[in-house]
């Protein structure tokens, strides 16, 4: 009885259940020698919504992260344009094992909740599959500093649409497939994600591989 009981203890140690989520993932040097031209990219483009049931691979992961919103400049610039240059977007990885924030500058992810909350995309569209990973980009308007909060808002939304369309150019140069969405649980997810007050959850895009 005692071996089985210590079997089971090992057993579980070395399956992983009751792994816990890392909590900061260091992402993979971007390598610039991958993807088709931007021309064959811009043909390929579209919104695909099914994803294989496969987790993507560490170096999809983070050239994915790098070419939505990575620091591609040594005075710390992005590849994504912002207005006033106030880099109000932050980029929330919903994975299997956790909810994490994307770091640019230390090129890594860091947890923000444990557990798979991938469902809270669905939003309106309750059949949406759910895919190995989405990118919540999230605009925090304050940071631009201005009095007028209806132009904050329309800033923000266009630089969370350049990540968006960023990522879709990403994903059709480089075999994977995603669709940006307004659609997702923005009240559920502020939460999760704990954001404060006045940041807004603009669009997401779920990403994977097609569906053979
Ligand atoms: C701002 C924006 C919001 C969108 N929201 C959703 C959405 O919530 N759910 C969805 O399935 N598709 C969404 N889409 C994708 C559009 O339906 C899609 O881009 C459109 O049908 C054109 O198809 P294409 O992307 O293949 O060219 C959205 C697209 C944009 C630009």
Redesign the pocket.
């Known amino acids: 009885m005692k071996k089985l009981i210590l079997f089971l203890i090992m057993a579980t140690i070395f399956t992983g259940a009751n792994a816990q989520a890392p909590q900061v993932i260091k992402l993979n040097e971007r390598n610039l020698n991958r993807g088709s031209s931007l021309m064959q990219a811009l043909q390929d483009?579209?919104?695909v919504?099914e994803y294989a049931d496969e987790p993507l691979s560490p170096a999809d992961l983070s050239d994915l992260l790098w070419a939505a919103d990575g620091v591609n400049r040594p005075d710390g610039h992005h590849t994504a344009a912002t207005a006033l240059n106030k880099e109000d977007v932050d980029i929330y990885v919903l994975l299997k094992e956790g909810a994490y924030l994307y770091k640019p500058a230390e090129s890594e992810l860091v947890l923000v909740a444990e557990g798979d909350h991938r469902e809270l995309i669905r939003?309106g569209?309750e059949d949406?599959p759910i895919p190995p990973v989405t990118l919540v980009m999230v605009s925090t308007p304050s940071r631009f500093g201005v009095p007028d909060a209806k132009a904050s808002m329309m800033m923000g939304a266009v630089d969370a649409?350049i990540v968006s369309q960023n990522i879709m150019l990403f994903c059709a140069a480089n075999g994977l497939v995603t669709?940006?969405?307004?659609?997702m649980d923005s009240a559920a997810l502020s939460k999760l994600l704990k954001l404060e007050e006045g940041s807004i959850p603009v669009?997401n895009n779920p990403v994977g591989y097609p569906v053979k």
């Open positions: 483009r579209r919104s919504r939003g569209q949406f649409g669709v940006p969405r307004a659609s669009i």
